[in-house]
């Protein structure tokens, strides 16, 4: 549970310092990668956030050595209030009433899968069939990469946009990292480091996180600095949840609580905060604040 709460504030705080670092930017795109990791990896404020979301996935890999995924992920989606609130604060963003009501509920979500486990009597399974884990993962990785630059295509062309799309197209992809980060736990041992590192690197995880790690990183930059963190953020934290907490769960075999009690809530409980994060606004129609005024210098 610590290590769950943890990578929440660290990712929240990563997403939030990266999209401010964002703002003070020229436009970035995934058509330049190269001058968009030269104008990132110059930003102190930018490492600063990258240095969060690295400490997030460390935590991450702890979470999945001791809680079942479906209920990481029910622990994992109340970051959404820490982001919110961050977003407000850091970045000037207005959240509206709706937003407010929903980020309770979040945190009555949270309440109940909390409720729901108890020390001892949930099994964390430790490996999946490799097979079915690229079964599972490509095509996805596929669809987030299709999605994106659809998205980028109708952006260019002058289409409207929200940040649906670009939430769905990452959210894939952090849903095959989330996986990796469970096969990765899986493998990391104290008994035998050698035979650990041999098993790691004949699985597909590390190479799951080294693409998922790259394209992730510019995908996620171009969309940030298009959208409302407090906007594009639930939306990829739900496709995520959702990737994560059913096929992860099918993948890797991990039974639910057979308490009814349990059970129930740990099932109300992730469904209450995936059904909020889906009926958040998803249109950003929230106004901007105003830009800063330059000063003038005489001729």
Request: hydrophobic fraction near 50%.
């Amino acid at each position: 549970m610590a290590a769950a709460l943890l990578a929440n504030v660290l990712y929240s705080t990563g997403f939030v310092l990266e999209k401010r670092a964002l703002g003070r930017m020229p436009e970035v795109t995934v058509r330049q990668p190269v001058r968009l990791l030269r104008l990132v990896v110059g930003s102190p404020l930018w490492i600063g956030g990258s240095l969060a979301l690295a400490s997030g996935f460390g935590a991450q890999l702890a979470v999945y050595r001791t809680l079942p995924i479906a209920a990481a992920q029910g622990i994992f989606v109340s970051g959404l209030v820490l982001l919110v609130l961050l977003s407000t604060r850091l970045l000037g963003e207005e959240t509206s009433g709706r937003e407010r009501y929903a980020l309770g509920a979040i945190l009555v979500a949270l309440l109940m899968v909390v409720l729901s486990l108890k020390e001892g009597s949930d099994h964390v399974s430790r490996n999946a069939p490799y097979p079915l884990v690229l079964l599972v993962c490509v095509p996805s990785l596929a669809a987030g990469v299709w999605l994106y630059r659809r998205t980028e295509r109708r952006a260019a062309h002058g289409l409207p946009t929200t940040g649906v799309e670009y939430g769905v197209a990452v959210g894939l992809l952090y849903g095959v990292s989330s996986l990796a980060i469970k096969g990765v736990s899986s493998c990391l041992t104290t008994s035998d480091v050698g035979g650990a590192i041999v098993g790691l690197l004949r699985s597909p995880y590390p190479y799951l996180l080294l693409f998922t790690g790259a394209f992730g990183l510019v995908m996620s930059q171009a969309a940030l600095q298009r959208c409302r963190a407090s906007l594009i953020v639930p939306v990829c934290t739900t496709v995520t949840s959702l990737f994560t907490a059913v096929l992860g769960t099918l993948a890797f075999g991990e039974a639910l609580p057979h308490d009814p009690l349990r059970l129930a809530l740990r099932i109300a409980g992730t469904l209450l905060a995936v059904t909020v994060l889906l009926a958040m606004p998803k249109h950003d129609d929230a106004p901007r604040p105003p830009a800063e005024a330059k000063e003038l210098t005489p001729p």
